[in-house]
């Protein structure tokens, strides 16, 4: 048979279980916007029955655990689909950089620059001895060359960004993963699966949300807490060990190489996260523009130099350049040293004659002949469809990035419906565990006045 | 059932509105710069076909140029020729007044002054100037097109042309319509039996009174003028087809702006519907959360 006494433990551990309950909501309360957080939920228990050879007597209320509310499930989803959001967003804002700077719709860019650059041969072919005509070829080809190299060097920016932005990165990526070996560690001593340290946990997930922006992230859970961290198989934190990322830059004909290295120097290739869309603007995407855009302007060079060469100047020489012939990219293509002294050398008469200018009629025609891409495009045609690719490029990047958003949202939603506070259930837990609370007390008191009641009969 | 947090709601909420100024923001640039096509990624194989097109359009502006220039030098050409049409008019009736035997030897000379003023004027008109070199030398702008030998008393003995002015003036009226504008004078002005020669020769024949030269002169005459006017009247007929290949430009460029504007201009009246419909969604949205996230138990606690 139980004793008074037994009641009063009943009461002192269902009043102890109650403040455990107001404790872990007030902390749901304060942290009901952080979304970092894990809902925490009290897990009562049954205390250790009571045997007194004929009753088995309950002995009130124990806390079991205080659980962390969390889906494995949603976490790996919402980890694989953040690195693809990550590349699509990163690929979506360098492409707006690119749209920007190659956005001929208004009117101002090099398809523009080309059409007048044809034009002025035309009008001085039409008034061949025209001094102005010929400083109006000059200078319309000296804008056309501007804008080569303003296209050049704003990609070039642009590839230089990203570099940076990469850097900088990588050393957010290192960083957090040796604050997550360096919690692997802290969990390892400090939590276990019956009393776990939920901040600890909040913190480390709260990391591989962050590192799953940069790379593609699943993880392994150990026994002792801990997480083993890989991206696309290849192992990034296991235990307390943080395998870190290394960049190398090389020099390839003039052309800087970067390329994402292991921590063993093994070159690798990610399945997403925003490295990978880096590397993939910095190694793939801005040199094929690069490339297009310096095609264009090497075969302008050599197919008016080509024609000009044949051609009679003013003072009746031959073989004049009119473009630099040591400089066949869009970063370098300049007048030839002829043309930029003297307008006269530019050479329009195919018969000696200065009032000849059916040379510069021949330029003019360039302009529809298929010279580039295995005799399919013209000069033109070439720049349009290469401002088309850049729209399309950025279309996609632009059309992913919110789909995507779109799917990370939905599997945020999903999470943070396991996860996240719902203040109106924590009031109505406030008011439950108040309540109990309360009537915890009145045990007490009842058992308080019952001793009273046996002492008075002293 | 799915669980609904605050963190949810507020997240939801923040993300709703936003979506409406994006498309608020879209509709509005729409709307202020009245086009659709703003960047090539609002619609990339449009964007290329819009630059295509004002390629299309800067060629034919080109053309429609030449061809302004074009009806210029015709018109001095023709203008010119008709002149020299009639200069040739005016020897031939002095030359058939030379023939007639009731003309006297004094009235002959008095023919040969009158010949001598219009070789003369002849001459000026020959070598005429235009703001690119001369009407009549080709693509020769060194010099006046037709040297002149005169004798002692100063009249003109002989002329010839200065180089080679037989060089032509084109303009490209289309990628391979080539119009020549410039006057074809071989055989008329230079070369065998031309009008420098016979007007020389009917002067020459007029003064010293030889009926058969000056018949000899009469025929060439002739045949002169029949040229001059086959030249006039094929000037003519250019002159026709740059008007109508005028014609033509004007028609296909405006029919290029037509597509152009198709391909880049927002339809105002729809753009500014979207941006009223989006407008209220966005108000909607902006009531409805300030309603729902004001609700909370915690005003109901006491």
Redesign the interface.
């Given at each position: 048979m139980p004793g008074i006494q037994d009641i009063l433990a009943i009461g002192r551990r269902a009043l102890l279980a109650q403040q455990i309950g107001l404790q872990v909501t007030g902390n749901n309360i304060a942290n009901a916007q952080n979304p970092d957080y894990s809902r925490q939920r009290v897990e009562f228990n049954q205390a250790p029955y009571l045997d007194t050879g004929m009753f088995k007597f309950g002995t009130g209320v124990e806390v079991q655990t205080i659980r962390r509310m969390r889906d494995e499930i949603y976490d790996g989803q919402f980890w694989l689909e953040n690195a693809t959001l990550g590349r699509w967003e990163v690929g979506q804002k360098y492409a707006a950089l690119v749209e920007g700077a190659f956005n001929d719709l208004r009117g101002t860019g090099l398809s523009q620059l080309l059409n007048e650059f044809w034009n002025a041969w035309m009008e001085l072919g039409n008034h061949p001895e025209d001094p102005s005509m010929r400083r109006n070829v000059k200078m319309r080809a000296e804008q056309l060359a501007s804008k080569f190299h303003y296209l050049d060097g704003q990609l070039r920016d642009i590839r230089r960004q990203a570099k940076q932005e990469l850097q900088s990165d990588i050393q957010r990526v290192n960083q957090i993963l040796k604050q997550i070996a360096q919690l692997n560690k802290e969990i390892s001593g400090n939590s276990t699966a019956s009393y776990p340290n939920n901040t600890l946990l909040d913190e480390r997930d709260a990391l591989l949300d962050e590192l799953s922006k940069y790379v593609d992230v699943t993880i392994r859970q150990n026994e002792n807490g801990t997480v083993t961290v890989l991206s696309s198989y290849h192992v990034l934190v296991d235990q307390t060990m943080a395998f870190e990322f290394q960049i190398r830059s090389e020099n390839q004909n003039g052309e800087e190489q970067i390329a994402l290295l292991l921590y063993n120097g093994e070159e690798v290739e990610l399945e997403g996260g925003k490295l990978q869309g880096l590397i993939d603007l910095i190694q793939e995407q801005i040199p094929a523009f690069l490339n297009q855009l310096d095609q264009i302007a090497r075969n302008l060079i050599l197919e008016v130099n080509k024609l000009h060469e044949q051609f009679y100047t003013l003072d009746g020489r031959t073989g004049i350049s009119f473009f630099a012939t040591d400089a066949l990219t869009a970063g370098t293509i300049q007048l030839s040293t002829d043309i930029q002294n003297d307008v006269a050398n530019i050479a329009i008469s195919k018969n000696g004659q200065k009032g000849d200018g059916s040379g510069a009629v021949d330029i003019f025609k360039l302009r529809d002949q298929r010279v580039l891409n295995d005799g399919t495009s013209t000069l033109n045609e070439a720049f349009e469809s290469l401002v088309g690719e850049i729209g399309q490029f950025a279309l996609h990047m632009e059309r992913n990035a919110e789909n995507q958003a779109n799917v990370v949202h939905m599997i945020e939603n999903r999470r943070s419906s396991v996860m996240g506070v719902n203040l109106e259930e924590e009031f109505v837990n406030l008011i439950r565990y108040q309540n109990a609370f309360g009537a915890a007390s009145k045990v007490i008191q009842v058992v308080d006045e019952m001793m009273q009641t046996v002492l008075a009969m002293v | 059932m799915?669980?609904?947090?605050?963190?949810?709601l507020?997240?939801?909420f923040i993300?709703n509105f936003n979506q409406h100024l994006v498309r608020i923001a879209e509709y509005q640039e729409q709307v202020s710069s009245g086009?659709k096509?703003?960047?090539?990624?609002?619609?990339?194989?449009d964007?290329?076909v819009?630059?295509?097109i004002?390629?299309y359009r800067?060629?034919i502006?080109?053309y429609l140029?030449?061809i302004e220039?074009g009806q210029l030098r015709l018109n001095l050409a023709e203008n010119a020729l008709n002149d020299i049409e009639d200069v040739t008019v005016r020897a031939r009736d002095i030359a058939l007044m030379g023939v007639n035997s009731t003309v006297n030897d004094a009235d002959r000379q008095g023919m040969a002054i009158e010949v001598n003023q219009l070789l003369e004027h002849l001459l000026t008109l020959a070598n005429q100037k235009t703001?690119?070199?001369y009407l009549f030398?080709?693509?020769?702008?060194?010099a006046a097109p037709f040297d002149v030998v005169r004798n002692k008393s100063g009249e003109i003995e002989s002329v010839a042309p200065h180089?080679?002015i037989s060089?032509k003036?084109?303009?490209?009226v289309g990628?391979d319509n080539a119009v020549t504008v410039s006057a074809d004078t071989e055989n008329l002005l230079y070369g065998d039996q031309n009008l420098f020669q016979t007007l020389i020769d009917l002067r020459d024949a007029l003064r010293s009174g030889d009926q058969d030269k000056i018949n000899e002169a009469l025929g060439s005459l002739n045949e002169l003028h029949d040229r001059i006017l086959g030249e006039l009247s094929e000037i003519g007929s250019k002159s026709q087809y740059l008007q109508d290949r005028k014609n033509e430009l004007d028609m296909e460029s405006f029919e290029y702006l037509e597509r152009l504007s198709d391909l880049?201009d927002a339809d105002l009246t729809e753009s500014l519907i979207f941006l009223q419909q989006e407008e209220i969604a966005y108000q909607a949205a902006l009531a409805m959360g300030a309603e729902i996230l004001r609700n909370?138990?915690?005003n109901f606690?006491k």
């Open positions: - | 799915l669980r609904t947090t605050s963190l949810n507020s997240r939801n993300r086009k096509l703003n960047r090539p990624s609002d619609n990339p194989s964007a290329v819009a630059l295509n004002r390629s800067s060629k502006e080109q140029r030449n220039d703001t690119d070199g030398g080709g693509t020769q702008t060194e180089g080679d060089g003036l084109v303009r490209y990628p880049e909370s138990m915690v606690m």
